[in-house]
């Protein structure tokens, strides 16, 4: 397993977007495809989206469905989650995990990057 990292969080207006990246220097054995996660204050982390390497498959939650989309390089090991229509409940710290199946992480996480949505 190699080093994942996350970037492209930051501060935006409610109705902005924002597209997060992550990237893995080496990816976990097997890695079935990549995904997302986000996390607030106090609670567990909860699953966001994943793309399957192999034919690119995306798995979203249904609160961010038809706001939240996926793309991948797979040359590069990286994965790109593209947020349109922000809302104030999407403020988290949001974590990829570079082996994510059946919404489940069996993979190398990175540090996490902020998203927060406020005017």
């Known amino acids: 397993q190699g080093h994942v990292a996350e970037s492209g969080g930051g501060l935006v207006q409610p109705g902005g977007s924002l597209t997060l990246s992550c990237v893995a220097s080496e990816l976990t054995a097997g890695s079935y495809g990549m995904g997302w996660f986000r996390q607030t204050s106090g609670k567990v982390r909860e699953f966001v989206a994943s793309i399957k390497w192999d034919d690119g498959i995306i798995d979203i939650i249904d609160s961010v469905k038809g706001r939240f989309t996926l793309s991948k390089d797979n040359a590069k090991n990286t994965v790109y989650l593209q947020m349109n229509t922000l809302k104030p409940e999407d403020t988290a710290v949001y974590y990829c995990?570079?082996?994510?199946?059946?919404?489940?992480?069996?993979?190398?996480w990175g540090q996490g990057t902020q998203v927060t949505v406020s005017s």
């Open positions: 995990n570079d082996d994510v199946a059946t919404r489940e992480p069996f993979g190398s």
